[in-house]
């Protein structure tokens, strides 16, 4: 968990390190075009100087990822370093080639989570993977991980050729005992610019967020927490549901990359985000810089998410005060330039009532080089397809600037400084979040009971059974 003051004082709380670039799959959507091993790769003592920097700097979790982290032969003595030093070790993996053996390592160097990608099912996904039996291996690395006694994490990439799936692959990933499952969109980065037909457009944002709440829920029904990443987002009527862990109402409240969180690249390059290119996003190198210099740089340099004012759509959002632009590695990977994210629910959702969407267009192709970014040219469209002026914006920025609270009547977020809601238009104090959860989980029961009600029936007339209905 990250506290406020950990943002105010720039604690690298999390720390996502990808400890080699190579890799053993061949993803059409990988943005880092892992594979091959970068050629100067921190060496091993490089590699347990800079856990032991982190953890004087106060962070608290380190998630090794690659490439694929265990084809690094000193993988699990990195591992252990962290769990000595009394920090969260994570894994993130494909799964090709994660053995039982290799999996009971983990959890004796220290590993205490392990998220394994699954991108659709069987053919879906080795053709995604680019290798055969890829699938498979994943799903049965679900169970390994189970045996051990590690939660089984999941992490799947949302894009037009999955999205279609998304069902299939909750079933898959609840029956091999998957305890939480973290989505992401398919960014417009490295290989999957390349193979941009499968990138979604930003107004389907507004089915796939949809279609994942009605996962949420289902999920809580049998034991597997749904996560949305930071590239799905935001607000709107699910809001409110599903960004805790501990089932608190809470809601997005701007990236914290830069501020708790850090990427580290095997080069020993220190990014405000793991994600985004270094280009732009880092601080220096672990070779040249420590740890603690390298975050003055971030800080200094403004690399951190924080948007931009003056842009479009996000300037003029209700929500930019908390939000601050969405994603910047989405926004950047498109247009080259931080803020105003046109992946957002609220957003995609107040011009569709306008009868407008968003679009994006390939213009420029991406080179050949681990975290290459095209050019995208993000449209402003009627519904029927006819461009529209980009000068139009939201323009529903609250009369008054306060906390967030949830309306009592919409259980939409809304200002605390304005008694009218701007989304339902009741005239209602609203709740602050704290004081909403119990409301909310009242009604989430409510729901709960109401579907089983109706399964209950419906198998009984399936069975011939004569049923009384509910009172």
Not at 231 to 242: D, L, M, N
């Amino acid at each position: 968990m990250r506290s406020a003051r950990d943002r105010k004082t720039h604690v690298p709380v999390h720390v996502v390190w990808e400890i080699t670039l190579a890799c053993n799959l061949k993803c059409g959507h990988c943005g880092s075009r892992a594979g091959k091993r970068r050629a100067n790769e921190l060496s091993t003592a490089e590699c347990l100087d800079v856990v032991r920097q982190l953890a004087a700097a106060g962070t608290r979790e380190i998630t090794l990822i690659g490439g694929e982290a265990y084809l690094r032969k000193d993988w699990l003595e990195i591992a252990a370093e962290i769990a000595r030093l009394g920090l969260h070790c994570g894994l993130q993996t494909g799964a090709r080639g994660l053995t039982r053996e290799r999996i009971a390592a983990a959890y004796a160097a220290g590993v205490r989570a392990i998220g394994i990608s699954v991108d659709g099912l069987r053919d879906l996904h080795d053709e995604l993977r680019g290798v055969k039996g890829s699938h498979d291996q994943a799903i049965q690395a679900i169970k390994w991980v189970s045996e051990v006694g590690i939660e089984p994490g999941v992490n799947s990439q949302i894009n037009l050729r999955s999205m279609p799936e998304l069902d299939g692959i909750f079933d898959e990933i609840v029956a091999a005992g998957a305890k939480y499952w973290q989505v992401q969109l398919t960014v417009a980065m490295g290989n999957a610019v390349d193979n941009s037909q499968i990138l979604l457009q930003p107004h389907q944002i507004v089915d796939v967020v949809d279609k994942l709440a009605e996962l949420y829920h289902r999920g809580r029904d049998v034991g597997l927490r749904l996560l949305p990443g930071n590239s799905i987002g935001y607000f709107g009527r699910h809001e409110a549901y599903w960004r805790s862990l501990t089932d608190d109402v809470t809601h997005w409240g701007g990236c914290t990359a830069g501020e708790t969180t850090l990427g580290l690249e095997a080069d020993g390059t220190i990014k405000s985000c793991p994600s985004l290119p270094k280009s732009h996003f880092a601080g220096g190198e672990t070779r040249t810089s420590t740890i603690e210099e390298a975050l003055k740089a971030l800080e200094s340099r403004n690399v951190r998410r924080d948007g931009n004012r003056g842009r479009s759509f996000c300037g003029s959002c209700y929500y930019w005060n908390v939000c601050r632009g969405g994603c910047t590695w989405v926004s950047h990977v498109l247009e080259g330039r931080r803020g105003d994210n046109p992946y957002c629910y609220y957003r995609a959702t107040t011009l569709a009532r306008r009868g407008l969407r968003e679009t994006i267009v390939k213009v420029a192709d991406a080179p050949d080089e681990p975290f290459a970014v095209g050019r995208f040219e993000v449209r402003l469209e009627h519904e029927d397809g006819s461009r529209a002026p980009r000068s139009l914006g939201l323009d529903d920025k609250p009369r008054k600037r306060g906390r967030l609270g949830l309306c009592q009547s919409c259980y939409e977020y809304m200002s605390l400084g304005e008694r009218h809601c701007p989304h339902c238009g009741e005239v209602n104090r609203p709740k602050f979040v704290a004081d909403a959860k119990l409301e909310l989980d009242v009604q989430i029961a409510l729901d709960e009971i109401e579907r089983h009600g109706r399964r209950i029936l419906e198998l009984a007339a399936a069975a011939g059974q004569d049923t009384p209905a509910p009172e």
